[in-house]
């Protein structure tokens, strides 16, 4: 069974429209995995959300009111409405998200046997599995001939956008759901967090697609700011193995600092960074190891794919003292979330890592490396940089899955490991 779980709070237009877009889904593909529901979380809305009992293509809806805004975690109470038992699902959305077809079901079945006793992380039961989560055109990149998809921005290799990803239903109770101490952002770094020490994986689907119309009403960008400092800076106290806490701290803030400048919200940044150090000695502490961490941050995932994807390319084009000595010459270009990460895997790698804005330094490249373990910017970076320079050597850090169950391989046979992608669609129903 499959329960779509989508939180509201007075935003009836973009509910009715969301609505209307997933009255367009083959209700009967859910017939495979026992059928499906349509629970709203009304977040104490000004005036009660009102949505009718079925939608035209048959998948019925129901609503839960809840008296005062819960936020993320609204949508523990819609889960816990689902039904129970090991083949309920989840697929949580935003009330401007929705999917934009039926293929990601045979990712949950594919999900739903996966998994046993194994200290090998690929053979771990997937709890969650995480949509490509798309940003529609403007109206001027809709008028462009050769139009490029956009996607949303966050997440890592093992930690899910919550607009867009089907979960298990009793583990997501089991963990206790989504913190209600977050509101929003960072809720799902923490899920995330909670799974993996759980024993369970997130893996990420490009045939799971979804639509997220990402609505500009209430964005208060120093809001936003505050509770993105203060929250990821939770994530990284609770989680980071001790060695590594106060590096993770410090690039949690120095990060959003940077953001807070560019979008005018220090005020709101300070307020929020001021509430972390008030609130430090109060996070429940869960320690990870240092294995554990390493899939959490996508450092893991970044070793086992440039590993292989530095191995199929030259060394280098041209000459040089790096080149004599064996070491590829690469450019870590766009940066991103964790390109710490990204660059510390290069360097053990042994490459030598190069200012991509530099003509002495592009001279002799192996190859451009895309900054950022987020799989949105990732791959917009190198649809970007592909684009523009055709043929060029251009190497994802990771890469998601085609569906869930298939094989997750650099592509060899190609001079750029990623050119092969990048000319062909992502797979849809």
């Given amino acids: 069974m499959l329960t779509y779980i989508i939180p509201t709070r007075d935003r009836p237009e973009r509910l009715t429209l969301t609505l209307a877009e997933m009255a367009k889904l083959d209700a009967r593909a859910h017939e ?3 059928g499906a529901q349509i629970i709203i979380v009304d977040n104490a809305s000004r005036f009660p959300v009102l949505a009718p009992d079925r939608l035209p293509n048959g998948i019925p809806v129901r609503v839960i009111y809840r008296t005062t805004n819960e936020a993320a975690a609204g949508r523990n109470a819609g889960a816990a409405a689902a039904p129970a038992g090991p083949d309920s699902w989840l697929l949580m959305l935003d009330d401007d998200s929705y999917p934009m077809n039926t293929a990601f079901i045979d990712d949950i079945l ?5 998994g046993g006793p194994s200290h090998d992380p690929s053979d771990l039961p997937v709890g969650a599995i995480a949509a490509e989560v798309f940003l529609p055109p403007t109206a001027v990149e809709a008028s462009e001939e050769h139009m490029q998809e956009k996607h949303e ?3 890592l290799p093992e930690v899910f956008i919550g607009c867009g990803v089907a979960i298990r239903r009793d583990l997501f109770l089991q963990l206790g759901g989504y913190d209600p101490s977050f509101g929003y952002y960072a809720e799902e770094y923490d899920f995330c967090a909670k799974l993996l020490l ?8 490009r045939r799971f697609r979804v639509m997220h119309h990402k ?16 929250n990821n800076g939770w994530v990284a106290l609770r989680y980071a193995p001790e060695v590594h806490r106060c590096a993770a701290l410090s690039d949690t803030v120095s990060r959003y600092f940077d953001i807070a400048r560019r979008e005018n919200a220090v005020a709101g940044y300070q307020i929020g960074l001021d509430e972390l150090k008030q609130s430090m000695d109060i996070q429940p502490r869960a320690e990870m190891s240092e294995s554990l961490w390493d899939r959490f941050t996508g450092l893991a995932a970044a070793r086992r794919w440039l590993a292989q994807a530095l191995a199929g390319i030259d060394s280098c084009s041209e000459g040089g003292a790096a080149c004599r000595a064996g070491r590829p010459r690469v450019a870590l270009v766009d940066p ?14 042994g490459a030598h890592v190069v200012d991509p804005g530099s003509d002495r330094d592009r001279a002799g490249l192996s190859a451009s490396v895309i900054g950022t373990l987020s799989p949105g910017p990732m791959l917009d970076s190198a649809r970007r940089l592909l684009g523009a320079r055709p043929g060029a050597n251009v190497l994802t850090p990771w890469m998601p899955l085609q569906a869930v169950g298939s094989c997750a391989q650099p592509l060899r046979e190609s001079a750029a490991p990623i050119a092969a992608w990048s000319n062909t669609d ?4």
């Fill in 32 to 34: 495979r995995i026992g």
């Fill in 110 to 114: 594919a999900a739903a046997g996966s």
């Fill in 153 to 155: 921005a966050g997440g």
């Fill in 198 to 205: 759980a024993g369970y994986r997130v893996v990420w689907s």
């Fill in 215 to 230: 609505d500009a009403q209430g964005r208060d960008m120093d809001e936003i700011l505050r509770r993105l400092v203060r």
């Fill in 336 to 349: 991103g979330k964790n390109a710490w990460a990204v660059r510390q895997v290069l360097e053990e790698l």
């Fill in 426 to 429: 992502s797979v849809a129903a």
